[in-house]
């Protein structure tokens, strides 16, 4: 930690980084990050207070993340890096060919098509079961308090709220009664400090805690998802549900000037991040705030995410290997593409060669890296009556092309854009870090990792630097605080910069780092959100 980042915040935000040395929680909701502390404080450890926190972001953050979605971690423990692929697949019984009988040409964001099974309960279970200290019922404890007696919306929290209400209200042809039951109870988006309560939810965590999720997949809740889905013509079954089971993966990394940086295998698109990081680590970089690094930044990322949407789908299905896609031989390749000027990305051929994050820390040097979602804000709009069950639409990302790598099969993982993060030097723990965001995760990874390691700067100072981020061919938005001098500089070079007024389209990170000889932690949160970080 001491060794890749100084005090000094060059960029006009009040907070600082904090410190603490017995553990921390970092979250984009304070209730959250306190819940993680409670385990903590009760004798548990960092998978145990980032359960607690990750379930209470269900019930606190509902816009971002929920049950039904998704989730992944990478889990530091007893000097080895754990992954944990809580992503799920799409029903057995859905394809193109029934996509299309149903009149659609393309997957809709709306309604039972998108879904894919969940796999946040079970995610929460594994991890519990497999290096927690508590058990379910006790780090489930704060969410359930939450959701039945209520607690007061925060500000960023109010304002998504109020934008997806609004998107519902407009959308014609999907039945959203649920939704606006649970999360718009007096027919309209709850307000800020007003307090929000979902007994139904309370009741569905008490099920997963007493059952170690399995009433989700196999049980009463297992049914009230199936009865919904069956209801409403989707492709979701019970055999989809009794089946589902996460998956412990290696995780994979980059070495970068020293640094280890790990990412989760695909499907997941961490490696688009190590990718653009191998791109650029022969590049030397000495000035941040300069168009040259911004420049090399884009392209490396331009490049690395045309292979990502190219190539990436369940590992199985890969055309190539990630082995192939991280070589430095084709790390050399895609480099030499990059020129002065802003160029038109295409994939590569390497066979030569939409959330919420927290990180966890305790005292014994156990770490966690943690990212659940339902992809877009509160994901299909489906709610399982009575359950406050939020509903994925994950699917959304699958191919309607069949001989793309990502084509829409049954029983498949499609492409998916949440990404924890991990670093490591000398096999020893640096620590968790992530930003959530849907595409913009990775290029996100690949700018905290350089304020970092190249720029030497501390958690907080990293998280707060202005962010860019690509979209399609040469269009780079630029968040209000990046500099107009090298937006203007990056123009001259071709790319088409667009001033984005949303901070919240740049994503929301944490960080903690360790000092391996004090033990002392270093954490930073997202100052463009409701981040907080509760220490011990």
Not at 53 to 82: M, Q, R, Y
Request: charged residues 25%; neutral net charge.
């Amino acid at each position: 930690m001491k060794h890749i980042h100084n005090h000094f915040n060059p960029y006009p935000i009040a907070r600082e980084s904090v410190y603490a040395k017995k553990g921390m929680v970092a979250t984009t909701q304070p209730l959250a990050a306190e819940a993680g502390l409670e385990m903590l404080k009760k004798g548990g450890n960092a998978i145990d207070a980032a359960i607690a926190a990750a379930a209470c972001l269900t019930v606190v953050e509902p816009t971002s993340n929920g049950i039904g979605g998704d989730a992944f971690a990478l889990v530091w423990i007893n000097g080895k890096l754990h992954g944990l692929n809580g992503s799920g697949r799409s029903p057995e019984d859905i394809s193109i060919e029934a996509v299309k009988e149903k009149g659609y040409d393309a997957i809709p964001k709306f309604g039972w098509m998108p879904v894919t099974v969940p796999g946040v309960p079970r995610t929460w279970a594994a991890l519990s079961q497999r290096f927690g200290k508590l058990p379910l019922k006790e780090t489930l404890k704060p969410a359930i308090k939450y959701a039945r007696e209520g607690f007061p919306v925060s500000p960023t929290l109010a304002r998504f709220w109020k934008r997806a209400y609004q998107m519902y209200k407009k959308q014609e042809g999907y039945n959203f009664s649920e939704w606006f039951r649970i999360f718009a109870p007096n027919g309209r988006a709850p307000k800020i400090g007003e307090i929000w309560k979902s007994p139904d939810h309370a009741v569905t965590l008490e099920k997963i805690a007493e059952t170690d999720a399995a009433s989700f997949y196999e049980g009463e809740l297992a049914g009230k998802i199936v009865t919904a889905s069956k209801k409403a013509d989707g492709f979701l079954t019970k055999e989809d549900l009794e089946k589902y089971e996460v998956e412990w993966v290696d995780p994979i990394k980059v070495n970068y000037r020293g640094y280890d940086i790990w990412e989760i295998p695909p499907n997941g698109q961490g490696i688009i991040a190590l990718q653009a990081l191998n791109i650029l680590k022969a590049f030397e970089f000495t000035v941040k705030e300069s168009v040259n690094t911004y420049h090399k930044q884009i392209e490396a990322i331009k490049l690395a995410f045309e292979d990502g949407k190219q190539h990436i789908t369940e590992e199985s299905r890969m055309r190539y290997t990630t082995e192939q896609l991280l070589s430095d031989q084709y790390a050399a390749q895609r480099r030499a593409l990059i020129q002065e000027e802003a160029i038109l990305p295409e994939a590569g051929d390497p066979s030569g060669s939409g959330t919420v994050y927290l990180a966890t820390a305790d005292e014994e040097g156990n770490m966690v890296s943690f990212i659940q979602s339902n992809y877009m804000g509160f994901g299909s709009g489906v709610v399982i009556p009575g359950t406050g069950i939020t509903m994925q639409n994950r699917g959304y990302d699958f191919s309607m092309d069949e001989t793309h790598v990502n084509a829409l099969e049954g029983g498949k993982k499609t492409f998916h854009t949440i990404i924890p993060g991990f670093v490591t030097k000398d096999n020893e723990a640096v620590g968790p870090f992530s930003v959530m965001g849907g595409f913009m995760q990775p290029q996100a990874h690949v700018q905290i990792v350089m304020n970092t390691v190249d720029f030497g700067l501390h958690p907080q100072a990293a998280l707060d630097a202005p962010r860019w981020q690509w979209m399609k061919e040469k269009r780079i938005e630029v968040e209000h605080r990046f500099s107009y001098p090298i937006a203007q500089g990056l123009r001259q070079k071709g790319h088409d910069i667009r001033m984005q007024l949303e901070p919240n389209s740049f994503g929301r990170g944490q960080i903690i780092w360790r000092d391996p000889e004090t033990g002392v932690l270093a954490g930073g949160t997202e100052s463009r959100a409701d981040g907080h970080i509760a220490v011990w």
